[in-house]
């Protein structure tokens, strides 16, 4: 069998809580040996997250598999010695902190540059290491809204609406930083030389937001909420309520797909109403709301079946667990945990030729590696006794 595409890769990883860790999570399921390092004291907070006293929250053990854990106590100076020793193998360094805290701890880039001249160091904060807001505190919420996201979500009309998928978080802090590192360690393997990757979460959004930019080079606006072609805007993109309260998606941006669905529902006469031909969307979605809700939603999924028109069920998150097409492409996984039983993941969002996903390691236990990290960096037994006496792990 092939290796697995980044087995070789080190990576020490320094985030906490959702961001830093999915990115780490990536780089672990493909292969990545990821050291993730928490501190003495409370550790990364979301091993606690909404979890019952003496239980391990659930999206930790998700997106921590795969890693070795270790403690590591870096407002020590003997904690940064160590550090640094590790540092000097390892391929990769993400931390998540605020900018200037891992310089004044002494593990920043230049500290870590000076004893691994190859080093991939990635720093992932709200607002970027530079600019006016380098400094300030958020979460994706306010990431979504200062990009010009969070405007154009919702009912048209209304106020914006807060998902609760962090968009920022995982666009801006885990997928973007997976581009620039894995960028970075091609590099590297050309040049020998490291690079800074310098991430901000509000960016990964503003960057990507192009439908409101297209919207701005036409126009000189983007459209509010509900007021855009993909926001609600048309009867061919929207939701529409069923019979029992639950809904139907109907994506048929195309003409075919659109005409198709007029069909479907018995309506011919809507055809001309289409966005592509020009036509006032209103009336068709006052009658496709009407036409919705005389069925039931497993009723419509019928109607629709073998109809290929980008009509789909909305589906609650555990439907969305059972379906069929998940099933088929192996998504969802039960994997065994020492103290936690079969643990619920979804697989990596990705397939390769030649490599199979596993669940090699469950998410570790707090410091479960310490020591077996310690000797492969020559720390003897008495060295790594001192070390936990002072606490420094």
């Known amino acids: ?57 659930p999206v930790f053990l998700a997106i921590n598999r795969n890693k070795r854990g270790m403690l590591l106590d870096l407002k020590q100076a003997e904690g940064v010695r160590v550090f640094l020793e590790l540092a000097r193998t390892a391929h990769v360094v993400v931390e998540g902190f605020r900018p200037g805290v891992v310089d004044r701890l002494g593990v920043g880039y230049e500290s870590v540059k000076a004893v691994n001249p190859a080093i991939v160091y990635c720093a992932i904060s709200g607002y970027g290491q530079t600019g006016p807001y380098r400094d300030l505190a958020g979460h994706d919420l306010n990431y979504c809204s200062l990009a010009g996201l969070t405007d154009q979500v919702g009912e048209a009309g209304g106020d914006p609406v807060v998902p609760n998928f962090q968009i920022a978080d995982i666009l801006g802090g885990a997928l973007v930083p997976a581009m620039g590192i894995l960028a970075a360690l091609y590099d590297a393997q050309r040049s020998g030389r490291g690079r800074y990757v310098d991430v901000a979460m509000s960016e990964g959004v503003f960057a990507h937001n192009v439908q409101a930019l297209s919207a701005v080079a036409l126009r000189g606006r983007a459209n509010g909420a509900g007021d855009d072609l993909l926001s609600g805007r048309e009867a061919c993109y929207r939701v529409y309520r069923t019979a029992d309260g639950r809904h139907m998606a109907v994506g048929a941006l195309e003409t075919k797909f659109w005409n198709e669905v007029c069909d479907v529902v018995g309506r011919p006469d809507l055809k001309p109403h289409h966005w592509a031909a020009g036509g006032d969307p209103a ?23 073998g109809h290929d028109c980008c009509v789909t069920p909305v589906k609650p998150f555990e439907e969305a667990l ?55 960096i020559g720390l003897g037994e008495d060295e790594i006794a001192r070390l936990r006496q002072s606490r420094v792990v």
Request: hydrophobic content about 45%; glycine content about 8%.
């Open 322 to 376: 059972d379906d069929p097409q998940h099933a088929a492409r192996g998504m969802v996984v039960r994997s065994p945990h020492p103290t936690e039983g079969d643990v619920l993941q979804i697989a990596p969002p990705l397939k390769l030729s030649d490599f199979t996903f596993e669940v090699a390691r469950p998410a570790p236990a707090s410091g479960e590696h310490t020591d077996e990290v310690l000797r492969e």
């Open 1 to 57: 069998m092939a290796a697995k595409p980044l087995e070789g890769v080190r990576v020490l990883d320094l985030t906490r809580l959702l961001p830093g860790p999915v990115l780490t999570l990536h780089l672990a399921d493909l292969g990545a040996d990821v050291i993730k390092i928490e501190d003495t004291g409370a550790g990364d907070y979301a091993r606690s997250l909404g979890a019952p006293p003496g239980r391990t929250a």
């Open 283 to 305: 009336p068709a979605i006052a009658a496709l709301q009407a036409i919705f809700a005389t069925r039931t939603q497993a009723q419509w999924v019928e109607a629709f079946a």
